[in-house]
């Protein structure tokens, strides 16, 4: 499977974005996929996953209540919508693929299929 992430951008402080993870060469179907982001001078962090079939969902502590994942099984096409932006979540946000168990769903050494990232930039 190839995943092609979209959607950065600038915006202001208290601005919204909507980040788009497309798949293509197979269906999504029993993967779990995931949104991980990498600050400047930091490393690669998770931030949110969604089972593709079922819809269940996780968020990292720091984007929980601001950001939502969802899916378009149709569009084989997954979703962040990020609300309440903060300087803080300037980073480069990546999509990848798992298929570990739940309890292993934050760590990225599980993931593969690394789309090539979309900047989000967060500033005044």
């Known amino acids: 499977v190839q995943l092609q992430a979209s959607g950065g951008g600038l915006v202001q402080p208290g601005g919204s974005l909507r980040l788009s993870c497309a798949a293509s060469?197979?269906?999504?179907?029993?993967?779990?996929l995931g949104w991980f982001r990498q600050a400047p001078g930091k490393e690669r962090e998770f931030v949110a996953v969604i089972m593709f079939s079922g819809g269940s969902t996780r968020y990292a502590d720091s984007v929980k209540g601001r950001f939502a994942i969802s899916k378009d099984s149709a569009k084989n096409t997954v979703f962040l919508q990020m609300n309440s932006l903060k300087p803080e979540d300037t980073a480069v946000y990546y999509c990848a693929t798992t298929r570990v168990v739940w309890s292993e769903i934050e760590n990225q050494e599980h993931y593969a299929n690394w789309g090539q990232g979309t900047l989000v930039t967060v500033s005044s």
């Open positions: 060469g197979r269906s999504l179907s029993g993967y779990r």
